[in-house]
């Protein structure tokens, strides 16, 4: 089973300039994650979505970041304008996406890691 | 928010040795689970344990959940190189993770 894909792997931009992410989860996940982990902290959940519905984006800073699940199928993920402080690494994850039980496991990518000079 | 804490932040134990984590959380839960991070890679699923369980094993690893003091620990026996990683906690309900526990074995 091919798992979570994600690109670019690296990315550098100076502050100020828009980047994008790419995700392409397992096939047949309804549901797909985006995080963003700072260096020494732990994964931080940006949006997730159902299929292409958006379930939760409360910890998404919507004036700089926007993402967007057409078809339900792949995601991206952008920042516009970018911020010193959005140099971290974004990890998308997907899920079979029924509610409580082993459906709920998250298979991860590998990851983009963002530096803003 | 309900949010997963993880304890120690660091452990450095002999390779052969168990290692055990623990984790908090803040309100009632529906399942905990533990994930593993080798440096620079992505999230790893370990296990899943059930509101409803006490305890389950996979391999080398247990788990046990205590839904009463809202803690769960991970036991690692025989530990090994490769176990080398960050192991984070996390609660279906808020998919909240903490700053892991950074666990290092010494050869």
Known sequence: EAGVAQSPRYKIIEKRQSVAFWCNPISGHATLYWYQQILGQGPKLLIQFQNNGVVDDSQLPKDRFSAERLKGVDSTLKIQPAKLEDSAVYLCASSWGLAGGITDTQYFGPGTRLTVL | ?107
């Not at chain 2, 928010?1 to 660091?10: H, K, L, N």
């Not at chain 2, 803040?26 to 006490?54: A, P």
């Not at chain 2, 036991?75 to 808020?94: G, H, M, N, P």
């Open chain 2, 1 to 107: 928010s309900q949010q997963g804490e993880e304890d120690p932040q660091a452990l450095s134990i002999q390779e052969g040795e168990n290692a055990t984590m623990n984790c908090s959380y803040k309100t009632s839960i529906n399942n905990l689970q533990w994930y593993r991070q080798n440096s620079g890679r992505g999230l790893v699923h370990l296990i899943l344990i059930r509101s409803n369980e006490r305890e389950k094993h996979s391999g080398r690893l247990r788990v046990t959940l205590d839904t009463s003091k809202k803690s769960s620990s991970l036991l690692i026996t025989a530990s090994r190189a490769a176990d080398t990683a960050s192991y984070f906690c996390a609660t279906r309900e808020k998919l909240t993770f903490g700053t892991g526990t950074r666990l290092t074995i010494i050869p």
